[in-house]
């Protein structure tokens, strides 16, 4: 094997030389004088079967098993580290996957679920929980379905990524910004900061442009339009809401585990989920919130739209009606707030008799029947005014990508560029939260590097 020298800043000298030759050189430079400017680097010229582009969820996944295949594989990553995304998922938990089935991953995506059929049968929900669980990272499920580590930890599936990653023998290369990815005849050659590349097949990991702080900023995007994808345009999803409601935001920090929301065009119901919601300063968050932003997001005029809220989604609104009305015959001297407090948080309660324009010191005494029917009508059906979304800054996952039609299904290769392979977020391929973007890239990640 053959190993490059650069010396200097900029090399004023470049010699190429076996490993033995290289090693006797540095000895001697050690022993001399050098300028505190001189950089040694050692950088194998070996060609690489293949390249694989972004160290994320996917590219972890398809360097491990294309190397663990015997390919002679090169991992690069633009940040210092690896997995950066992976480590503040999940509020650092990291949602491995959904307890369900492949055909219940399919089914969560809608239309594009059946372009994972092929991934799902090479790599599953149950692959994926045997895979982590034999790398010493126990898992758990919650009530929500969602699947964690034990631990609690990010850090443990980021551990046993990059434990198998280093028993495949990949090479993994940090701090390494990709520049420029083209096709020249029938190898690519890849730009990085530091050097040129060339290699017959390359695997594209490099995301989406959700929370660019991660590093995720697109890049990957440019690259495949210039040979010749389609990319569907882009806009985030899993993302927290902005209301046109300034009093929501003295209710920060309240969560509340269970309501039903739906997103409002006129009277027309453009989604409806179930789940926890959070106020926030800014607006909404929370899974709930979340799960539907997608539909605000690719609207064209979000701020036509409303979010209903039903805080009391187990509770129907003529239930909750006859339950104020039996407490103002038999409980007439109680707050109405802390009689509303039985189902509600107090100060969610205190807000909602406000926005009934009653009083928060009133007593539940001769509630008239309209008071009662505006209070259950609020608790039940509280509509807001949509303002837009906290866009990619906050934003979980991206929505649009490259064109799916323009990828194989059946091994994840462009069938416009041969020997281009493309997984995870960089495909036009977002599903609701609950481990199900995960279980994506972990799958269109392993069979890209099963196929290459």
Known sequence: MAFVMEIGEVPAATFCCDRNLFIWFVRQLNAQEVQSTAVIVMRSNATNDVIVIG???????????????????LLIEKNQRPGVKILMSGGTRCNITQNTDDRGIVAAYGASGKFLYAALAAFGVADTVQFFEEEGVATKIEDTGKIFPVSNKA???????????????????????????????SRFQVVTSTRSIASSKIILCSGGKSYPGSGTTGDGYAWAA?????????????????VVAPWTADLR??????????????????????????FAHFGLSGPVVLDVSRVVSRNAIPNSLQL??????AISEPVLNDFLRNESIHSGKKLLAVVLAEHLPRR???????QAG?????????????DRQRLSRLCKRLRLPIAGTLGFEKAEVTAGGVALSE?????????????????????????PIGGYNFQAAWSTGWLAGNSV
Do not use: C, N, W
């Open 55 to 73: 160290a994320g969820a996917a590219g972890l996944m398809a360097a491990i098993r294309a190397a663990e295949r015997g390919k002679r594989t």
């Open 226 to 242: 210039a040979m010749g994808h389609t990319i569907v345009p882009l806009r985030p999803a899993l993302v927290p809401m902005r």
């Open 358 to 370: 009653l009083s928060a010191d009133r007593t539940v005494a001769a509630l008239a029947r309209q």
């Open 308 to 313: 209903e809220i039903d805080f009391l989604p």
């Open 253 to 278: 920090g309240i969560t509340l585990p269970d309501v039903a929301v739906r997103v409002l065009e006129g009277e027309s119901e453009l989604v409806r989920r179930r789940g926890s919601l959070l």
């Open 348 to 354: 969610l309660a205190d807000a909602v008799l406000v």
């Open 407 to 431: 990828v194989s299904s059946r091994d994840m290769q462009s069938k416009i560029v041969p020997g281009l392979y493309l997984a995870g977020e960089i495909l036009d391929l977002d599903g």
């Open 155 to 185: 850090s443990d599936v980021l551990g046993a990524l990059l434990g198998r990653l280093r028993r495949s023998t990949a090479e993994l290369a940090l701090a390494e910004p990709v520049l420029d990815l083209q096709r020249i005849d």
